[in-house]
């Protein structure tokens, strides 16, 4: 199974972007557009630009998602957690409270910026929310030619 997104190409004449590179990209904390620069300046606030590439990074609008999706991925591990140790082990309530608290406090301050990053990649792909005007500044400046409009060198 598969999932395949097509993206036509703006009116400024850029191409697509790689969406699972840029989640990718993102989910590790760099710039999506050029893979090497930290988009965050501390644990979740996010640089006004890419040190290394210039990309602009301001205008993301992750805001609840990335909380939403931890919750819920959160969630899911500790609650499943939960039922199988209850039904493999009878631990006393303060130790399973001790286990699954820690679990939950530790999964989400280590998914919470892995997510918003990954969001702020998928906006940078999709061209959302300003990500999408000018040249990409990852992809290299085409270089002027020498020879006019009509073929000829200047003199």
């Known amino acids: 199974m598969s999932i395949r997104i097509d ?11 790689n969406v699972w590179l840029a989640l990718w990209r993102g989910w590790r904390s760099r710039c999506p557009a050029c893979g090497r620069g930290s988009i965050y300046g ?4 996010v640089v006004d630009a890419c040190p290394v590439c210039g990309t602009e990074l301001h205008h993301h609008r992750a805001d609840d998602a990335p909380p939403y999706f ?3 991925i959160v969630g899911h591990v500790v609650v499943g957690g939960a039922l199988v140790l209850e039904r493999l082990m009878a631990l006393s309530l303060a130790l399973e409270l001790a286990i699954w608290i820690t679990v939950a406090l530790g999964l989400s301050l280590w998914l919470l910026p892995r997510v918003k990053g990954a969001l702020i990649g998928l906006q940078w792909a999709l061209r959302m929310h300003g990500f999408g005007t000018g040249p990409d500044p ?11 409009a009509d073929g000829e060198r200047p003199r």
């Open 7 to 17: 993206i036509s190409p703006d009116a400024d004449g850029n191409g697509p972007r």
């Open 42 to 45: 501390k644990f979740l606030k």
């Open 70 to 72: 931890t919750m819920l």
């Open 138 to 148: 990852a992809e290299p400046m085409p270089v002027p030619s020498a020879a006019g």
